[in-house]
Structure formats: C-alpha cells, structure tokens
C-alpha cells in the first residue's frame, strides 16, 4: 500500500432531496476544472443538519471518505467570500459549502460552485504534525522554563526507584532477562503471562501493531496521542479518522466507528482531551475479527483505574497498552507493556528485535508494579485529582478559556482565542505549555496543560492573566 496523505475537504451543501449523483456531479466537475483528483479527496463537510442528507451521505460513502458535520453556529463564525443571506436565514450560516470547507483549518482553494440542487467548495486539508509531541515545548530551555507541556509527572523517578534502577546497572554484562518483570506484570493484572509483551514504552508497541497485526481497514479515534496514525501511516496503511466533537465533550458515539473496521485505535482517558470513556461502551466495540487498541498509557493516573480494560479476558481482541513512563518518570528509560491475546502478543513478539528492553527498564518495571508501587500510584492518582480540580476551578475565573469535556487525566485541555499568541506570552512568563493544533480533530485555539501542584498552578494562573491581558490589547 501507498502512503497516505490528506489533501483537500470538499465542503458540501444541497436542497432537500438533493440527489448522491448530483452531489457527485458537482464534486467532480469542480475538481476536474481545478485540476484536482478525487484520489485526493480526504472528507467531505457540511452543516450538522445536513449530515442525514441522504444525496451527501451517499456521495461521502460512494467518494470512500467520511462526512463531517459542523454545528450551524460554528459555521456562522467562519468568514466566507460569498455569503448569502438567504443560506443564512435557511441554515444559519452563510454559505454551507465554503464555511464547511474552512471550518478544518486550511485555505479555499475553489470557491462556492452551484449546481441546481446543490453546492460545494474546495480548501486544503489542515496536515496536523503528527510528530510533534509535548518535549518540543521544552526542548533547548535548559529548565528555564516550568513545564506544563509534557505529561510526565514531576518529581519522579522517586529516591527508591532511582536506587533500584542504579543497583540494576552491575548487571549490564549481562543480556536482558525480561522472565521476571513479564511474570510480574502479569500477576498485577491477574492474566497468564502469555498474554504479556513487554516494550520500550507505548511508542514501540504502536510500531508493532502497524506491522505486524496486518490490519486492513484501521481506524483512529481522534482528538488523540498521534503515535498510532503516524506508526501506521510510517507502515503503509490508509488510515480513517473518527473525528469526535468538542460540542459533545469529545464523548465517544460507538456508531461512529465503521462497522468493518479491523482495527480500532482510543486512548482512556485520553490524550489530550483527559476525557474517561465507560469501560463498556469500548468493550461494545469489540466485534469478531476486529483488535480493539485501548491506550492507557494514563489509566494508572485516575483513581482506582476505574474504566480500565487492563486483565479483562472476556473482551474478544482486546489489546491494552499501558507505560510506565507518565508516572515513574521513566520516558528516558522507555518501559510499557501490551496485554493482548497470545496469538496476538505472539505477533508481536515476533516483529520485536531481539532484547528490546533493557536490564535497569526490565528492573523498573517489576518495581512499578509492586504492591507498594501500585499503592503510591493510587495515592498520586489522587492527588492529581485534588490538583486538577483547583487548576480547573481557577480557569473556570476566566471569561476567555473554556474546558470542553470532563477532564479525568493528568492534564487538562483549554480553548481560547488568540492560543498562540498566549502560549507564546506564557513562554515569556516562564511556562511551556502544549499546543493543541498537531492533534488531528482540533486547531489551533486550543492548548493543553498539565497538572502540578497548588503552588505551581497558583503561578501559572497568575501568568495566564497576565498573558490574556496582554494578548486583549
């Protein structure tokens, strides 16, 4: 298979009863007299209301490509060449076909072209750095800066776990024996150990499944961490996005997913959005012949793990990712694990190169799932809940910044107006946070802050409204 790069959102309006080879029709005509491709055709959009519409639901479906839907207000607020009051007065918005186009965030390329029943225009689809990830912020600061961006928890490894992984460091003459920390990651979750593979970290075990599960039609829930698509596109595959809305708190809706998807990718909670999906409504997704890829690369972040899939054997294709780098501190270490079924972890083993995971990660990661580890996991879990609900109370002062959705993670994700240019005042102030525009499904009004301590948060609070002070003027 080819690689797969987004291209062009083909926005779309029509008359009720608008027909699929109308809306067709129009479609080609217009890329054809641009000199466009359908090939490069990465979604049609169109007004929420517009979306059960059976003439532009079919041309999505016969153009192989999903249809998003915008609410009508949100569309209003996008700026269009050629507005119509008429539209306006119909749909809310003053021009279906262009706003839809734009609302993704790219540049019109062909403006509104009508046929009797119906309408489109033509914009560049928004390419999101997939690559980019929170150290980015921070990288080349020399510490000058408090760290917000990267999820990692502060203050960590702590002292016992520093002094496990340096009394491990004798022992490097050795090659790797990853017998015990498998046993004991296995006994954490009350599962055989042949349903264990240990990784270095969660990025590693993305790697594994573009490449080895042999997936045909794979399917990304987005907003989330980009190192699924990014691994699978690296592998050849064309990857489909369910976009979720932060009109519906970036909740998942179970009927979005393609029924014939053989590979479905979610964080829990997720990243960035710190959203907890319910346990069953991701087991719901489960389907014979389909691998179900929960991320919970966090999920030892949320008190009592509730909604964790992690030891479930009931769930046919299950498979879990969880890394042991967010809370320990470990992302220069690199240690995570997979928890599937054995013909799957098989698989997966078998793509590995030989000793993936060091003897000091092997070492860590029998600590971090002790008794008296998962114990202090539990007790900073808890406090991070404590934390977060002071950091969300103290943005909740501010008119600008509004939360989407119910934040269950280690960070919290905010939309405000004018987000680069407050982030690169924050940055001024002392605070790296994240940007949110990478992430496939939002764009670049939203940033995405991690949770520290009262004290911490105090000043970034402070710096904020300095920043949105400044950014007002």
Known sequence: MGEYVTKLVVGVGGRAGVSVAEVCALVEET????????????????????????????AAERFGVPLIGYPAEELAQISVPHPSGAVREATGTASVAEAAALAGGGELLVPKRRSVAATCAVATAQEHDLRHHGDAEVVDAGG????????????????????RIADSL???AAYPDGRAARAAVAARHGLPVERVLLTAGAAEAFVLIARALGAVRPVVVHPQFTEPEAALRDAGHRVER????????????????????????????????SVLHPAGLLAALARPGRLLVVDEAFMDAVPGEREALAGRMDVPGLVVLRSLTKTWGLAGLRIGYVLAEPEVIGKLAAAQPLWPVSTPALVAAEACVAPAAL??????????????????????????????GVAEGPFVLIRVAGAAEVRTRLRALGFAVRRGDTFPGLDSSWLRLAVRDR?????LLQALDHALTLAAR
């Open 31 to 58: 890329l054809r007299g641009a000199g466009l491709s359908t090939g490069a055709v990465a979604a049609l959009a169109t007004v929420e209301s517009k979306t059960l519409e059976a003439g532009i639901a079919g």
């Open 144 to 163: 000058a800066l408090v760290d917000l961006a990267v999820n990692v928890r502060s203050d960590t490894p702590p002292p016992w776990l520093r002094r």
């Open 170 to 172: 004798g022992s490097l």
């Open 242 to 273: 369910v976009v979720l809305r932060a009109a519906d708190g970036f909740r998942l809706d179970p009927a979005a997913v393609p029924e014939d998807a053989d590979l479905v990718v979610v964080g829990n909670p997720t990243n960035p959005t």
């Open 375 to 404: 114990a202090e996991a539990e007790e900073a879990a808890r406090r991070i809940a404590v934390d977060r609900a002071h950091l969300l109370a103290g943005l909740a002062e501010f008119e600008e910044i509004s939360v989407a």
């Open 455 to 459: 004290a911490t948060t105090g000043r």
